[in-house]
């Protein structure tokens, strides 16, 4: 009884103390990362930071984690109680899994280079936009609509990535069938011509001044989609500041053209009149 009294008289102490040790580490290994960046040059600054970014989050998540154990400790012999319980154990083989899936990943999109901090992504073709936090086992981008969007690693099927400094602009019309081709070619041909005169200030230019690729009209891209009409689109390379913009100016040009043309748009085959 007196040996238990004596270790809750101690315990807030030695709580105290692991805490603070725990924050102090996670401060001086934040702080030497960013002196060695700040000293060195051999990485470009989106990249520094992308590797920051996660040191940060990862140093997080590892002190709390060393915290929580040490804490337990004191209460279980963590080693007979993970080893002793068939259930335990293999409820933590399950959990891991995933964990550890998540991780590697993580690691394998950083050091591969596919993603830096505060690029443009696309996510298993849905969800777009900013990354604003990469951490050991998830990504948060700001999509277009406000909304911060999470996703763990495990869960990407697919990501492209606007290409640093350059993004492609792609809309499209779905248009009826029974919509004329010779039509719907010219217009889009019209719409094309219309964005390189107004919007040219958009498109990514090489170091001569020239557009790299202008506004172009990519003629039929897609037939049949969802059983509606066939696809026409329109595409440009812009600077990836402007992405969103660009789009935008695209976007509102189509939708004139089909107005201003009588073109007939694709319905869908449960639309009843």
């Known amino acids: 009884m007196n040996d238990i009294s004596k270790l809750l008289e101690k315990f807030p102490i030695k709580i105290t ?23 060195t040059s051999f990485l470009d600054e989106n990249r520094e930071e992308t590797i920051i970014h996660f040191t940060n989050q990862a140093t997080k998540v590892i002190g709390v984690v060393f915290f929580l154990l040490y804490l337990l400790s004191h209460f279980f012999n963590l080693e007979k109680l993970v080893t002793g319980s068939v259930v335990v154990a293999g409820a933590l083989a399950v959990i891991l899994q995933h964990i550890i899936r998540d991780y590697i990943m993580g690691l394998t999109y950083l050091f591969e280079r596919q993603i830096n901090y505060g690029d443009y992504i696309i996510i298993n073709g849905e969800r777009q936009g900013k990354i604003e936090e990469i951490s050991m086992r998830h990504l948060k981008i700001r999509q277009y609509d406000g909304y911060l969007y999470t996703v763990s690693y495990s869960n990407i099927t697919e990501l492209q990535n606007g290409t640093r400094g350059r993004r492609r602009v792609n809309e499209s019309l779905i248009l009826n069938y029974r919509q004329n081709p010779d039509t719907a070619f010219k217009v889009m041909e019209e719409v094309a011509r219309i964005c390189n005169e107004k919007y040219g200030e958009y498109l990514l230019k090489d170091e001569n001044g020239v557009s790299v690729e202008r506004f172009q009209f990519n003629q039929i891209t897609e037939l049949n989609v969802d059983f509606m009409g066939h696809k026409y689109s329109i595409s440009g390379l812009v600077k990836e500041a402007d992405y969103v913009e660009a789009s935008k100016k695209l976007r509102y040009e189509l939708a004139l053209a089909a107005y201003n043309s009588d073109l007939i748009m694709a319905e869908s085959t449960s639309t009843s009149h």
Do not use: S, T
């Open 17 to 39: 103390v692991a805490a603070l040790l725990i924050i102090l580490i996670v401060y001086l290994i934040r702080k030497f990362i960013k002196i060695f960046f700040d000293k």
